[in-house]
């Protein structure tokens, strides 16, 4: 990962949309079963919507039935960053972009193998990239 952006509020809202601003900057959720890629299955790599930085794959995406984009496993430890979140009254772990501290989802352990991890992740924060077509 290359040097932690940082931005003011004023900044990020000029870059992000409405949604995007409220769930990476605001630590928002968006609805379950309304973001663009909760059943995408298309082959390519997720991005940060704030920095563009890779996060996820489409080859460890899952159907969790959540309603939201799952993955098993980021592409690089290093790209992500975890906190405890005790906002909602119970016990997560937040999931963070490393290099600009968007929010991104949640990660639980209870996703498939080879992990045991399911990585929840708001579409709002993310931007695909397909995999060029054979």
């Not at 900057?25 to 997720?46: I, L, N, P, Q, V």
């Not at 991890?117 to 695909?128: D, H």
Request: aromatic share 10%; charged share 25%.
């Amino acid at each position: 990962m290359t040097k932690k952006i940082t931005k003011a509020e004023s900044e990020w809202r000029e870059t992000l949309t409405d949604e995007q601003f409220q769930v990476c900057r605001k630590k928002g959720t968006e609805r379950a079963f309304s973001g663009k890629f909760w059943d995408c299955h298309d082959r390519g790599t997720y991005h940060c919507v704030g920095c563009d930085a890779p996060l996820f794959s489409s080859n460890t995406k899952f159907d969790s039935g959540t309603g939201w984009p799952s993955f098993y496993q980021a592409i690089a430890p290093k790209n992500i960053a975890t906190e405890q979140d005790t906002l909602s009254f119970m016990r997560r772990t937040e999931v963070l972009c490393s290099k600009c501290d968007c929010h991104l989802g949640h990660v639980f352990e209870d996703g498939p193998e080879p992990t045991g991890l399911r990585y929840c992740i708001n579409s709002a924060s993310l931007v695909m990239r397909k995999a060029a077509s054979p």
